[in-house]
């Protein structure tokens, strides 16, 4: 057992990272990165992204889900993005606000970025919320009855 896994950053963080990204994201994560040099990174994130910052008080996981699609569009991390989304799904946030946090970034952080990650956004949510049920609305603005 490496040191990461005896503190208890590391154990709360895996705890937080599981009920956030879901079990199999979290196995994936770690079975790719077994036996690699890769592995510490897992743990290093585990234990300070997921322990340390998702766990201290000041912000609900809703926030922090929201503040983390931002990011991740603005930076273009469209693979950490996908996984985001589901997590912010699971947080609470809805596929209009999901939606929205995209346009409200594309305003800020371009185009490019914005459609980007739209492509994403809108892979995950066909995935886990299927089709928007009813036609976006003339000005473009999607309707779902589920918000």
């Known amino acids: 057992m490496s040191d990461s896994d005896r503190t208890a950053g590391y154990h709360t963080g895996l705890d937080v ?16 990165a077994r036996g690699t040099d890769s ?13 340390a910052v998702w766990d201290r ?4 996981r809703r ?7 931002g990011m991740l569009i603005a930076m273009r991390a469209e693979n950490e993005l996908r996984g985001h989304v589901r997590g912010a799904l699971r947080n ?7 939606v929205e946090s995209v346009v409200h970034c594309t305003a800020y952080c371009g185009a490019p970025a914005g459609l980007a990650a739209m492509r994403v956004v ?9 089709p928007l049920r009813t036609p976006p609305a003339s000005g473009g603005e999607p309707r779902d009855t589920d918000d």
């Open 122 to 130: 809108q892979e995950v949510l066909d995935t886990e919320l299927g």
């Open 63 to 69: 926030s922090r889900s929201l503040l983390n699609l």
């Open 92 to 98: 609470g946030l809805t596929r209009t606000e999901i």
């Open 17 to 32: 990272r599981r009920e956030v990204m879901g079990d199999d994201f979290v196995e994936r994560a770690f079975d790719r």
């Open 39 to 51: 592995e510490v990174m897992q743990h290093f994130v585990t234990e300070h992204a997921w322990g």
């Open 57 to 60: 008080p000041g912000l609900d």
